[in-house]
Every structure is written in structure tokens, then in C-alpha cells.
């Protein structure tokens, strides 16, 4: 498919290179960061615009991926007629995009996406589409960059996903950053942590979280949570946090 990218930033460019690799042609990318998108072209031998009056109308579809907010005064300027035109947010609805064109919907990749990864993640794409025609097209471009299965999802099954995904996968990188920086001051490789961590996403394919808990909290270990603490009290953000799920953890 000829494909039109609006946006410059960490999903567009994983998408971007999703489609460059499974035979799609972009055929233009916009981006409000000038210097962004022309880099982005480059990569794809393509051609970039930072102004909307300037997006080619002959493409088959347009994937809008920008900031949640940017999304509907970005649609306000785009008026392509039959197209299909979709964005990748989770919380935002389709019906945003209804006034460019009748064929809109959603293309969501539940996945973290930095521009700057060296290994393209696999990506769980979940579509939403104003009707049967452009979810078709849509499910098509996402069978195209996946292995497995497109999944359907309207904005409440989205915005839930989200919700869970942010618990998944943002705070647990704020714990991962928070044992790095301890590390750091301490003396210790964080990089020693890392066959515990695998071990645990490993054992999540077949085991439920709520039967894997170990560690103080769970026994109720009051000694070894106070040892703990003493050694946190010059980290106060590391305390806190902490206190609040050692508290969590022996209360779940």
C-alpha cells in the first residue's frame, strides 16, 4: 500500500520501518519538527512536508501518529475525501477523524516504541474503524507487520488496555530505574539483576502474577523490611515508594 505517516516521533518511526520492511511504500511523511521527518525520509527514500496543505491526497491510507492532543487540530486541516485515514492513540475516539473522510478508524500498536531501538519490537495491533471497508484495509496493513493475530478493540477496551499497560510496563520501569540509580550510588552492576527480572517475565507466559509474589513483603518479613529501610533512608524517593507497595504488598 501507498501510505502517508503524520508524525515524526517514536511510533511513527517504529511503524514507519514496520512497513518499509513488510513491502509498503511511504510515499511522504509529515511532521511538525522539520528536522525529524526529513530525517525520517531520508531513512525511507521518501519525501517529508512540515505544513498540512502540502499532504499528497493519493494515497491509500494515512496513519496519524502524534501526541493524543495534537491529534485533533492536526485532523481539523486534512479533508481526503474517500482515503483511509486512521490515528494510534488508545484514549482517543475514531470520531475525531470523521470530518477528513468517511473511511477513518484507529490502528493502535500496544507496544513501547522508541525511535532510537536497534530490534524493531513485535507489536499487538488493535483496529477500530468507521466502517466494514476501511476496517479491512486497516486489518490488512496490520496483518502485514505482525505474527499474530489483529485484534478488534473500541475506545473503552483501549483506554482499559492502556490503563493496564501503563501499570505493566511504565511503572515497572520506573522500579527498573529506581534499582539502577540505587545501584549506581551503591557500587553495585544493575546488570546483576537482570537473570531475576528475565526469570520473572519469563515465568508470566505460563504462571499468574498473583501466585509468583515472593520477597519480605509477602512473608511478612518485619525484620528484614526494617534492615531495608534503614539502608533507603538517605534515598527518600526510594523510601517512599518502598513504604507504599511494602504496605500494598502485605495488606493484597
Not at 511513527?12 to 513488510?22: I, N, Q, S, T
Not at 494515512?62 to 487540530?73: E, G, N, S
Not at 528475565?198 to 508470566?204: A, F, G, K, S, Y
Amino acid at each position: 500500500m501507498n501510505i502517508v505517516i503524520i508524525g515524526s516521533g517514536n511510533v511513527a518511526a517504529v511503524l514507519g520501518r514496520k512497513l518499509v520492511r513488510a513491502g509498503h511504500q511511504i510515499v511522504q511523511i509529515y511532521g511538525r519538527n522539520a528536522a525529524a521527518a526529513s530525517e525520517l525520509a531520508y531513512e525511507w527514500n521518501t519525501e517529508s512536508t512540515n505544513y498540512t496543505s502540502l499532504i499528497i491526497k493519493t494515497a491509500d491510507v494515512y496513519l496519524i501518529a502524534v501526541a493524543d492532543a495534537a491529534i485533533a487540530p492536526v485532523a481539523a486541516d486534512l479533508r481526503l475525501k474517500d482515503k483511509v485515514v486512521a490515528h494510534t492513540a488508545a484514549a482517543v475516539p475514531m470520531e475525531v477523524l470523521k470530518n477528513c473522510t468517511e473511511n477513518y478508524g484507529v490502528f493502535y500498536p500496544l507496544q513501547s516504541m522508541r525511535k532510537q531501538q536497534e530490534n524493531i519490537p513485535e507489536l499487538t495491533i488493535y483496529t477500530e474503524a468507521s466502517n466494514a471497508a476501511a476496517k479491512k484495509i486497516l486489518d490488512q496493513l496490520a496483518a502485514s507487520i505482525t505474527t499474530g493475530p489483529v485484534q478488534t478493540a473500541d475506545l473503552d477496551k483501549r483506554a482499559r488496555l492502556h490503563v493496564a499497560a501503563v501499570f505493566a510496563n511504565n511503572f515497572t520501569n520506573y522500579l527498573f530505574d529506581l534499582a539502577e540509580s540505587f545501584c549506581k550510588k551503591e557500587g553495585i552492576d544493575f546488570h546483576e539483576l537482570l537473570p531475576l527480572v528475565q526469570n520473572t517475565v519469563e515465568r508470566l507466559a505460563g504462571e499468574s502474577p498473583s501466585q509468583m509474589q515472593t520477597g519480605p513483603a509477602a512473608r511478612k518479613d518485619g525484620e528484614t523490611i526494617q534492615r531495608h529501610r534503614e539502608l533507603l533512608k538517605e534515598y527518600p524517593e526510594h523510601l517512599s515508594v518502598y513504604n507504599f507497595l511494602t504496605e500494598a504488598l502485605m495488606c493484597h
